[in-house]
């Protein structure tokens, strides 16, 4: 086979040399191009020409739907170019032995790529069944921590709905506890230390604690306000004793300038548990 390739590209060297004064063919194009050569494959679809350049050979394809015509030259060289052309056509024939062999060749490995399949999937298969053993341990051991996660879930849950229960209701008792409360009837009296000084009008009354707990510093706060609902003065004072027990009374005195004509007030308290 290597002393037939030698001898084929022994022709090509001698038609490339004569390349070099003539040409055998002539390929001419729709487009008006006229490409000069040795064609050297012709079929339904392709026209395949050799065009020597600059001392080699250049091989070009075109598709048939873009050749017009191809002209054959008949001079003293046409039989050299004859055999430029079996020589072409023997390298392809030796390409496509070449092929040819590679295929039987992959075809015969074809059994010992089949064994070697079936030996992976024979492995596979085991390693199936290794993995199925353990995802199955795994699944068992997850199912085990969410019922385990699922208890402490719920006990969580449990805890916290007795907690809220429980903040709810210490939060409903201390809004009873907020409203537990009450004023004795307010009584005034003025009082004058001079008569270059205004007089004083006090207002004295006790703080009731209805509730249950014990409210601590009880800080009494007397808003007074004219006709129109104006702000004209506030007081502050604490009431004696500040903390008042259950049942028990605070009392609380304010005083206010005679001269400010008050036409009404309000009363509020605030404390500490």
Request: glycine share 4%; with cysteine; net charge positive.
């Amino acid at each position: 086979m290597i002393k037939m390739i030698a001898i084929l590209l022994f022709i090509i060297c001698i038609i490339v040399v004569l390349f070099r004064h003539s040409y055998a063919d002539t390929l001419v194009l729709k487009n008006g191009k006229r490409i000069k050569g040795v064609v050297t494959y012709e079929s339904s679809d392709r026209c395949v020409i050799d065009i020597y350049l600059g001392g080699g050979i250049v091989t070009e394809t075109h598709k048939k739907i873009d050749v017009k015509e191809v002209i054959r030259d008949a001079d003293e060289n046409s039989a050299i170019f004859e055999q430029h052309r079996n020589a072409v056509k023997a390298l392809r024939l030796e390409e496509e032995r070449r092929r040819k062999q590679e295929k039987d060749a992959l075809v015969e490995t074809k059994s010992d790529i089949r064994r070697k399949l079936l030996e992976l999937y024979k492995k596979s298969k085991r390693d199936m069944e290794k993995a199925k053993i353990r995802q199955e341990k795994l699944n068992r051991e997850w199912k085990e921590t969410i019922d385990t996660v699922r208890e402490r879930q719920k006990a969580a849950e449990e805890k916290a709905e007795k907690e809220r229960l429980e903040e709810e209701r210490k939060k409903k008792e201390q809004e009873a506890e907020d409203k537990a409360y009450e004023f004795a009837p307010v009584t005034t009296y003025i009082t004058q230390e001079s008569q270059h000084t205004n007089p004083v009008k006090h207002y004295r009354s006790d703080f009731i604690n209805t509730g249950n707990w014990t409210k601590k510093h009880v800080m009494i706060t007397v808003s007074f306000y004219d006709w129109q609902g104006k702000l004209l003065a506030r007081k502050v004072v604490y009431t004696v004793p500040e903390s008042v027990e259950p049942g028990e009374k605070g009392k609380f005195e304010v005083s206010l300038d005679a001269t400010i004509r008050a036409s009404d007030y309000k009363i509020s308290a605030f404390w500490v548990y």
